[in-house]
């Protein structure tokens, strides 16, 4: 692994994976907690969507998929406020109608589309210099907003008291689900649209197992999304296996043990 | 004469086809105890939510109609600063799935933010208000690990914490066994007594509101009656608010409801 990262493109793939990893499990305490889980999902498909537009528009497909997929998050947190369809129905409505628009886009692009495979799966060491500025961009922006961290905690803990002390919880609750969006579509690369959701899920509800209060679950979160990736990567080198499967699996270790040593 | 805490004039909340409240007129001093008391839909809910300024609910329940005026220490109940006002929910409400410490739960209260970390002097304050109503032992328990009658302690020091004028209670004494309650009014009464603070409580215990309460309010949609509780808790006003009161009903006002 040493002699590895010597390499351009292992030196971008450990610190894109760094980043997402980091990014998806602290947004992703926030979801579990609110049992969203599935919202991973629906934003995954809605990047998929993205993607094959911008595949078969001919533009580069992180700029198609980021405003579809931040699209379709404010479009599912509007359904959840107005609507008394449960959470899963909305983002289920949601994640339908992504795959369907994708498998359309595909279908209408000529010819066959090898790097629409990648994209399902990720290609960790495709990972661009645009890439990680967009992902640090992302990184910036979240840490800028760290603040927010204890007004999401709050709603999450009792929304309605949140609201009776006059915090705009709504409009949190879209900026949550608008950066969620950012950080599926960055990571798909990575990790690839079938496992993003592990990334978000996985790390939480391990660190949920093993903590007594909120900010040590969000502490320990991502230290487990930050820390899964190197031998997670390492062994995507190692096996020659694409990197995504093997950092959700290792993270899948760490839900285990905690399923075993919690107390 | 004291100063009004509370008033209400004309106020009506419509949810879609259901109306909530209807045309409630009501004034209530600062320093009163106020029980509330009617059947299940009675807007009694929809009122406390009036008072905290969420009357309009959840946009889920579709567009929500309200007319006439709230006032809350003679402010509209958005611009009374937050920090004025206790609030305790109903205890059905809770997430205890949420990981959480009792101390943490009442210095959000303090804060009004979820706290990262706890400071020393929030963590002296936090344990002075729960040793005041008797929970001091439960401040490092887990929420998840609180009885009912143990979580409706840790919110109402989470309330009192900010040292509320107005303290609005949603059937506190649900799930709470007989000591725990009388703890609970004994708790209320001593801040009360301390702080000169105006206290409104739903209760469906009408033994409860003629010991403790200075007024009830008896609400069905409307202002069914309103005054001490001797005059109010009467046969026939309780059989207009809660449209049929039988024999073994009214005798139930001196006994547990």
Redesign the interface.
Known sequence: MMEALQLPFMQRALLAGLLVGGLASYLGVMVV?RRLSFLGDGLAHAAFAGVALGLLLHEEPLWVAIPFAVGVALAITWVR????LGDDTAIGIFFAVSVALGVLFMSLRQGFAPDAVAYLFGSILTVTQTDLWVMGLIALGVALLAPL???W??A???R??A?????PVLFYDYLLAALMALVVVVSVKVVGIVLIAAFIVIPAATA?LL???????TVMSVGIGIFSVVPGLTASYVLDVPAGSTIVLVQALFFALALVLRR | MAAVAVELQQYSVRYGEFQALREVNLSVPEGAFVAIVGPNGAGKSTLLKAL???ERG???DGPTQVSGTVRVMGLPP?QVP?GW?G?V?QVK???R?????AL??VV?GL???????ITAPERKKAEEMLDRVGALALANR?LGRLSGGELQRVYLARSLIREPRLLLLDEPATGVDVVGEADLYRHLEAYQAERGATILMITHDWEAAQHHASAVLVLNRRVVGYGPPNEVLCHECLSQAFGHVGHGHHLVLGGSA
């Open positions: 907690q406020e107005r609507s008394h961290w204890s007004h905690a709050y999450t803990f009792d309605e008291l609201l009776a002390d006059r915090q949920r903590s007594r209060t909120f900010s040590a679950m | 905290l300024g969420l959840s946009l889920r958005r937050p006002l609030y929910p409400g809770f997430d799935s949420f990981p959480a410490l943490e739960v959000s804060r009004r933010r979820w706290p990262f970390l887990r």
